[in-house]
């Protein structure tokens, strides 16, 4: 029953997909969600990557997209597909006008073995 809601958003953009009606940049970040609430990650990130190209995915969409995956669905502690998914948002929200996405300290990588550390700007 809980795959339900999903399956219906995937099936009505899926059909603007066959018709003459191109999905929307939401619809395709909703899409995306969709796929991942059905565990279906290799086709969420096909979702991704056309929603981070469409015309209407500026830093806001984005931005809100990036908080829903990360503070709501939890991606970002969820293997490394599902990171890949928050990664690729986030890289493509630093590429927009006014793009930027804030973090917590402790999940910054740093690499003892190089020496080289990532440090927080006050």
């Known amino acids: 029953m809980a795959s339900a809601f999903p ?3 995937l099936t009505t953009i ?3 997909d066959r018709g003459n009606e191109a999905p ?5 970040a909703s899409a995306a969600e969709a796929c991942v609430a059905l565990g279906e990650i ?3 990130a096909l ?3 056309r929603y981070v190209r469409a015309s209407g995915a500026d830093a806001f969409e984005l ?3 990036l908080r829903q995956f990360t503070e709501l669905l939890k991606l970002d502690n969820g293997g490394i597909e599902r990171h890949a998914l928050v990664e690729l948002l986030r890289a493509e929200l630093l590429k927009r006008e006014g793009g930027r996405f804030e973090t917590a300290a402790d999940t910054l990588p740093n690499n003892r073995e190089t020496g080289r550390f990532l ?3 006050p």
């Open 47 to 49: 979702y991704l990557a």
């Open 63 to 65: 931005g809100s997209t």
């Open 7 to 9: 399956r219906h958003i």
């Open 24 to 28: 929307s940049a939401w619809d395709l």
């Open 14 to 16: 899926r059909d603007k």
């Open 42 to 44: 290799p086709q969420a």
């Open 119 to 121: 440090e927080k700007i």
